[in-house]
């Protein structure tokens, strides 16, 4: 069983920054895929960005060049760096895990709401 705890979210004007973390509650280091996803009112969840075996990372088109995902192994967590925020971005922001487990588990977080004002 993994627990997923995110912050960092918040209000920001349109140009501004904001940084996501992601703490697990225990060691990531063999997670499959740690990452972010996002959901706007009325739309589907997507998928934002991803670490993919502690090594490659994937972005959304709409966010490369502007968000940076990392992890610190060492604080089992995950940030997300989103740097150039839109209003378009605004949205509830999930950290998710993909966990080596007898079956291969999802887990995701309570999520964290993110507004970005034009």
């Known amino acids: 069983q993994v627990q997923l705890v995110e912050s960092g979210g918040g209000l920001v004007q349109a140009g501004g920054s904001l940084r996501l973390s992601c703490a697990a509650s225990r060691s990531i280091f063999s997670f499959i895929t740690m990452g972010w996803y996002r959901q706007a009112p009325g739309r589907q969840r997507e998928l934002v960005a991803q670490v993919v075996s502690g090594v490659t990372t994937n972005y959304a088109d709409s966010v490369k060049g502007r968000f940076t995902i990392s992890r610190d192994n060492a604080k089992n967590t995950v940030y997300l760096l989103m740097n150039s925020l839109k209003p378009e971005d605004t949205a509830v922001y999930y950290c998710?895990?993909?966990?080596?487990?007898?079956?291969?588990?999802?887990?995701w977080g309570q999520g964290t709401q993110v507004t970005v004002s034009s």
């Open positions: 998710n895990a993909l966990v080596s487990e007898v079956v291969p588990r999802t887990y």
